[in-house]
Nanobody, 121 residues
Framework: QVQLVESGGGLVQAGGSLRLSCVAS????????MGWYRQAPGKQRELVAG???????NYADSVKGRFTISRDNAKNTVYLQMNSLEPEDTAVYYC???????????????WGQGTQVTISS
């Protein structure tokens, strides 16, 4: 059973920093792209940042220059370093991975359970 488990959320003041981590575990053959999404109350889930298996990254315009996504392929882990946090960044942050299980012939999308990030003004 593949699982994605996030950690690192919390409550910080505006201008502060947080680092989110997401570990993929289980019988994994290969992990392709990984990413972070967020969903604020009353809003749709949106892509925050993504990273390919080769390390190519993309970011939402609202976080460019403030957030950095990275991954450690040996640890099946993706990180999101968030700096200069703003109240508008308050949301539940979800980890996503396009990965192939050992027993599968193709890859599928997997999601973590989410971690709350709250920024106070």
């Amino acid at each position: 059973q593949v699982q994605l488990v996030e950690s690192g959320g919390g409550l910080v003041q505006a201008g502060g920093s947080l680092r989110l981590s997401c570990v993929a575990s289980g019988s994994i053959l290969r992990i392709n792209a990984m990413g972070w999404y967020r969903q604020a109350p009353g809003k749709q889930r949106e892509l925050v940042a993504g990273i390919t298996s080769g390390g190519r990254t993309n970011y939402a315009d609202s976080v460019k220059g403030r957030f950095t996504i990275s991954r450690d392929n040996a640890k099946n882990t993706v990180y999101l370093q968030m700096n200069s946090l703003e109240p508008e960044d308050t949301a539940v942050y979800y980890c996503n991975a396009d990965l192939q299980e050992s027993r599968s012939v193709r890859s599928y999308d997997y999601w973590g359970q989410g971690t709350q990030v709250t920024i106070s003004s």
